[in-house]
């Protein structure tokens, strides 16, 4: 049996190796990320991912005392919600990316290219995702073991930008965040370019959905966005 299915086996580390993570974001498609304050909301966004049918989400580390969310929403997640792989966002620096893997952060992305993040990531095992934007810093992040390059703002850089570097690097695997939607024509242009996944937030869970507490909402969202992506890939 295996930590993900046993409540009585909580540790603070990752649940899942970086091997697993990659193969999840590349088979679903997609990594919604989000951040809330308020653990109940962070927990029922969560469960409606889930019951959509994802099995990803990415935690922004955004807020006031996020790490504590974060503990409370992963603890949740390996008792409640077998299988859900929960990795951290917007960390900026290795103390913060250490930090969070000790409680049990299954992935760290960041928005930026950073070696220290790197060598803490790769000590543990865990998949890291870099924010690049130059071909230069993307071949400097696969060198250091970068499974899944970040194009942070997806929307400045556009599919464009993606189908031309994988020209020259058809090996590498890249995840748009920013200016990524759920419409078809937008994430056709994402996956034809050659995407491997698309980071979705408030296109995907947007405020208005936390505001009205619309979580039904969400999880059919979820669960159509996964199927566009199927239907668009396939």
């Known amino acids: ?18 091997v697993q993570v990659i193969n999840e974001m590349t088979e679903s498609g997609m990594v919604p990320l989000f951040y809330h304050h308020d653990i109940v909301v962070a927990k029922a966004v969560l469960k409606s991912c889930y019951d959509g049918g994802s099995r990803l989400m990415e935690f922004t580390n955004r807020g006031d005392f996020a790490l504590e969310i974060f503990i409370d929403l992963i603890k949740y997640s390996i008792t409640e919600l077998p ?57 400097k992040a696969e060198e250091m073991g970068c499974e899944l390059v970040k194009l942070f703002p997806g929307n400045i850089y556009g599919p464009g930008f993606v189908k031309a570097l994988k020209g020259p690097h058809p090996w590498t695997s890249i995840m748009p965040t920013g200016g990524v939607t759920i419409e078809e024509s937008n994430l ?3 996956f034809d370019s050659g995407v491997t996944c698309v980071g979705l937030g408030s296109k995907l869970i947007s405020e208005e959905i936390l505001i009205k507490k619309e979580y039904n909402i969400l999880k059919n969202r979820v669960a159509n966005t996964i199927a566009l992506i199927n239907k668009i890939r396939s």
């Open 1 to 18: 049996m295996s930590l993900a299915e046993s409540p009585d086996k909580l540790k603070t580390m990752a649940q899942f190796n970086r």
């Open 83 to 139: 299988g859900m792989i929960i990795g951290v966002g917007s960390i900026t620096d290795a103390a913060a990316a250490s930090q969070y893997m000790l409680h049990g952060a299954n992935f760290i992305v960041t928005p930026v290219f950073r070696e220290d993040i790197a060598i803490v990531c790769n000590r543990r095992k865990v998949l890291w995702s870099a924010g690049c934007g130059s071909l230069t810093e993307i071949a």
């Open 188 to 190: 056709r242009d994402w």
